[in-house]
Structures are given as C-alpha cells and as structure tokens.
C-alpha cells in the first residue's frame, strides 16, 4: 500500500540536519554575497525553511505571508548584512531545492503514488511563491523606508542650512557628510513638487522629481542636496538644473556659508515664476518683477489706474489687456503683436487706442510703460 504524503513528510524531516548542510553549502558555493552570514544563522534559516516545507506537506495548507512573518523576518535579517534580494530570494530556492530532492527521494522509496507526488511537488513550488511575495514586501517597505529617512535627513540639512545664518557645528558636520563644500559656491532651487500646480509636467526627459533636479544641479565633483519639502521641491545645487519643462527659480551662486542669501531671493523668484513659463527662471531674468509682492500699496494704485478701468472681468477688457501685454512684449511692434495674437494689426490698434483712451493717456513715455508693466504684473499675481 503506497505511503501517505504526511508520512513521506515525516521522514523529510527526520532529515533536517542533512537538508540544512547540504542546503548550506550549496548558498556559499553559489552565492557570494552569504560570505559574511555566519553558518549557524544560515543553518537556521534553513531548518526554518525546511520545517515550514513539512508543516505545508503534512496539512496541505500555504498560510497568507501576513499571518506567518518569516519570509520578512528573513529578508530584512539578510539586508542588514548586505545581501542582495534576488541573492536572497535565490538562497530560499536552493534551499526549497533540497529538500524538494529529499521528498523526492523518499517518496520514490516509499513507493508514493505518482498523483500524490505531484501534489506535494506543486505544493513546496507554490511555498517558493509564498517566501517570493513575502521577502518582495518586505524589500519594498525596506526601501521605501530608507527613502523616507533620506528625504527627512536631506530636508532637515536644507532647512537649517537656509533658514540660519550660523547653522551650528551639528549641521556643519552633516553638510560635509553630503559632499557639500564651504569653500565652493551654491545655489537654491525651488520647483512645485509632481502633481502640485498646473504647470508640472516633468524637468527634461524626467519628471520634477528630486532625482533629476540632484543629477542636473551636480556638478561632478560636488553634489547637489535636494529634497521635497510640503509641494515644493527644494535643493542647493552646485550648477543651475538642466532646461525645465515646468517653472523652477533659481537664486545667485554664492559661498555656502551665505546660502540664506541665496534662498531669500530665490523665494522671491519664486513667487513670480511659479505662474510663468516653463524654463529656469532667476534675478537677472525678472528683475525688477520680484519686487512686486512686497509693494502692496504701490500694487493696488498702479492696478486702480491702469488695469481696472478696462473691466478686466469682462471678454473685451481682458482682450485688451492680452493685447497691450502682448505689445509691450514684443517691445511695442503692432505687427509682431497681431501675428502672436492672430489678429488683424487694425484689431491691435484699435485696442491700444481703446486702453490710452479709458486709461487717460496723453502721452507713452518711459515712465508710463514701466508702470503699466508693473500694473499688468500685479493684476497677474493678484489673479494667480
């Protein structure tokens, strides 16, 4: 009468010390990796493994991963020596593949039947799947977890190397640790995080991400810091990030000990830029723009007399508000300004002579367009 797979089981397991040697032997032989994961946490391990194939033999059952944590207990044990996962979840098949061979060899001398030997083969293979999943798990969350720490420890060094003027010895150190030099000059960067503002569709060929903007701020020989604070991505990189595809300001370059310098006005780009075009955006491209939101009463007055008027809310005025924005910008060419707006020139100067008429403008000199840019600006940042 053909032998029972419980029995079968049963004499597998009289073999554990046999499976954990030969099983052993096999993960030093194969993988490097194990060499500095001592012989009596491999041994077990593998007895682990090998009790856990006969309990799933003798019952039939695979547990769900949540209920029995070995699998992840294993894997993070195997991380904290260095071992690789695909290392990790390979030394768990070699060991599987021993004891397999041993439940093959008794289940021939006990004369199993053929059906009930390829249950039990199907059920040590479905056990390989079980440990895979588990180990995946927890390699994620490890991961996951490593990352977190990263962003928090690289958002902590930012925050107190920007927000400081005499940051401490603490952070000193920590600086040092992520390659930054306080010989050698730097510079803030700001962008809104993935998902956070219309205007993020990805930097380059990435997205907004920290990773691109930590790769293209490096300048080789020093690396860029760069983490996501809130919806905001901030960093102090060592050369201006690669051409954007969404609106990142950009402060000067100057010695790390005067980051805050840096930051400051880059706050202040910010403030404009985020609603602009794509690109990097800096001082010496907005200028005198980044004034304008600390200049609330010269803001209102100059939005009263030159933007108001028009009745903005409606179809009409916001035309010719377009249209006298898009004039002063291509450095008052009616031509130009028709072409960008797909209009007939007539068109434009009918809307021109409409704005100096309801503005009351008898005459465009210098200081009268630079008040009507800055009254534009305004009315955009108020509107923003």
């Known amino acids: ?135 995946a798990a927890e390699f994620r969350y490890r991961a996951g977890a490593a990352a977190l720490r ?18 401490g010895l603490e952070t000193l150190l920590k600086a040092r640790r992520y390659g930054l030099d306080f010989d050698r000059d730097y510079a803030v960067i700001i962008c809104a995080a993935p998902g956070e503002g219309g205007n993020v569709r990805g930097l380059g060929h990435g997205e907004a991400s920290v990773e691109f903007l930590q790769a293209t701020g490096s300048d080789g020989r020093r690396p860029a810091v760069v983490a996501q604070m809130d919806t905001r991505i901030i960093g102090i990189v060592a050369r201006t990030p690669a051409t954007a595809s969404v609106p990142v300001a950009v402060g000067p370059f100057v010695p790390l000990p005067r980051i805050t310098e840096s930051a400051r006005i880059c706050e ?40 108001l008027p028009l009745r903005p809310e409606t179809v009409a005025g916001a035309d010719v508000l377009k249209t006298v924005r898009t004039w002063i910008r291509t450095m008052m060419n009616v031509k130009k300004t028709a072409e960008m707006l797909h209009v007939h020139e007539n068109t434009v100067r009918y809307r021109l002579q409409r704005f100096h008429e309801t503005v009351g403008i008898t005459e465009l000199g210098t200081k009268a367009l630079f008040d009507i840019a800055w009254a534009l600006a305004a009315f955009d940042l108020d509107e923003s």
């Open 150 to 167: 990263e962003s928090f420890a690289a958002s902590s060094l930012i925050r107190s190397l920007i927000e400081s003027e005499d940051p």
């Open 268 to 307: 202040n780009v910010w403030t404009i830029a985020h609603r602009g075009a794509p690109g990097v955006h800096s001082l010496a491209d907005l200028t005198w723009q980044v004034a304008i939101p600390g200049q609330a009463d010269l803001n209102r007055h100059l939005i009263d007399r030159f933007v």
């Open 1 to 135: 009468m053909a032998a029972g797979l419980a029995q079968v089981a049963q004499k597998v397991k009289d073999l554990d010390d046999a499976i954990a040697d030969s099983a052993a032997d096999r993960i030093y032989s194969e993988l490097a990796s194990y060499v500095d994961v001592p012989r009596d946490q491999l041994l077990a391990s593998v007895r682990t493994n090998a009790a856990r194939a006969v309990e799933v033999l003798t019952t039939g059952i695979i547990a769900e991963a949540e209920e029995v944590p070995e699998s992840r207990a294993t894997t993070r044990a195997r991380i904290d020596q260095n071992v690789p996962i695909e290392d990790i979840i390979r030394a768990y098949r070699i060991s599987l593949n021993v004891v397999h061979e041993a439940f093959i060899a008794e289940a021939t001398s006990q004369d199993l039947e053929p059906q009930v030997t390829l249950e039990g083969s199907t059920l040590l293979w479905q056990l390989g799947d079980w440990f895979t999943t588990g180990a």
